[in-house]
């Protein structure tokens, strides 16, 4: 099966799953409708953009995207004005769409400014969904995506749950990796980075256990 017709197929389902979980009406295709209608590049990241490559669909909170620096702010407003229940909040690497009632995050708009994601843009690969076309992070990016918040001394411990699980699960169920750019995408992160992802790849599908 093809990456565009799994991602679909997965993309649906945590799609329903999260209306179900969340009790929430906004969902991704409304998001990417909106930026591509103000013709403003992105890149479909999180549990909805690696969910062709995780196989396994789960739910999620947010909808995240990576736009380029200098379309931040207007993607904030297109987002805004989109959905008007929703209030931007700029920070140094995400500008994060919040329910102005609940104030739970629905969309998170980031910034391309740290590795991986400085480099996503020439890492994607195209989806075709309901005959809208975007892009997600091709493999090895999409486990550089997860690689860096594991490695991470900021993030909170228990968010690395489920960043180690969709990690395993892009290793277990994938085949084709291009095992020089996944080590450059490391490396990027951090001096040792490359040889390190690398090794978590094969850990995993070797069945064993990820100690980040």
Do not use: C
């Not at 590049?41 to 062709?52: E, I, R």
């Not at 407003?77 to 994060?96: H, I, N």
């Not at 169920?173 to 951090?190: A, C």
């Amino acid at each position: 099966m093809l990456l565009t017709e799994t991602h679909a197929w997965n993309f649906a389902k945590a799609d329903a799953l999260s209306r179900i979980q969340m009790e929430r009406t906004l969902g991704p295709l409304d998001v990417i409708r909106v930026l591509q209608n103000e013709k403003i590049p992105f890149v479909l990241v999180g549990a909805y953009g690696l969910v062709g490559w995780t196989k396994r669909p789960r739910a999620t909170e947010d909808v995240d995207v990576v736009v380029p620096l200098r379309q931040v702010k207007k993607a904030v407003r297109a987002l805004e004005e989109a959905f008007p229940e929703l209030k931007g909040e700029d920070y140094e690497v995400v500008a994060r769409l919040k329910n102005r009632q609940t104030g739970h995050v629905a969309i998170d708009v980031m910034k391309p400014i740290q590795a991986p994601f400085n480099a996503i843009f020439k890492h994607t690969h195209d989806v075709t969904d309901k005959g809208v076309e975007y892009r997600v992070p091709n493999l090895e990016m999409a486990l550089a995506t997860k690689f860096a918040p594991l490695v991470s001394l900021g993030r909170a411990e228990v968010d690395k749950y489920s960043d180690a699980r969709d990690f395993a699960l892009m290793a277990i169920n994938n085949e084709d990796f291009d095992w020089i750019s996944l080590e450059s995408l490391g490396e990027s992160i951090f001096p040792g980075g490359g040889k390190e992802i690398v090794e978590k790849v094969r850990q995993a599908k070797a069945g064993q256990k990820l100690v980040f």
